[in-house]
């Protein structure tokens, strides 16, 4: 079992930057491959970014966010972070960490992932 728990979203203006922590508990972390997702109101879940179980390992991102968004990981902290630059309104959404123990081709696919923390808003405002 692995508990996530999200923090560090809140309210920026366009062009600002947030980083967004993801801590995780139990001590099999890195058996994990993590993603981030994104929920708007309205809208459909979407992936944003993953990075494989090792720190400094691969890492994938969606191309609205690729070049902004930095996904990365510390093990010895049983922590994943999501740094985001150059933040437009269209970022705005709830974000969910999630951890995935066999991830494989489908690490940009939400039903790949095993669990999920309660999330964080992130709203960017104009």
């Known amino acids: 079992q692995v508990q996530l728990v999200e923090s560090g979203g809140g309210l920026v203006q366009a062009g600002g930057s947030l980083r967004l922590s993801c801590a995780a508990s139990?001590?099999?972390?890195?058996?994990?491959?993590m993603g981030w997702f994104r929920q708007a109101p309205g809208k459909e879940r979407e992936f944003v970014a993953a990075?494989?179980?090792?720190?400094?390992?691969?890492?994938y991102y969606a191309e609205s966010v690729r070049g902004r968004f930095t996904i990365s990981r510390d093990n010895g902290k049983n922590t994943v972070y999501l740094e985001m630059n150059s933040l437009k309104p269209e970022d705005s959404a709830v974000y969910y960490c999630a951890a995935g123990l066999a991830v494989g081709y489908g690490v940009r696919h939400g039903p790949s992932y095993d669990y999920w923390g309660q999330g964080t808003q992130v709203t960017v405002s104009s």
């Open positions: 139990g001590r099999t972390f890195s058996s994990y491959a």
């Open positions: 990075i494989s179980k090792w720190s400094g390992g691969a890492t």
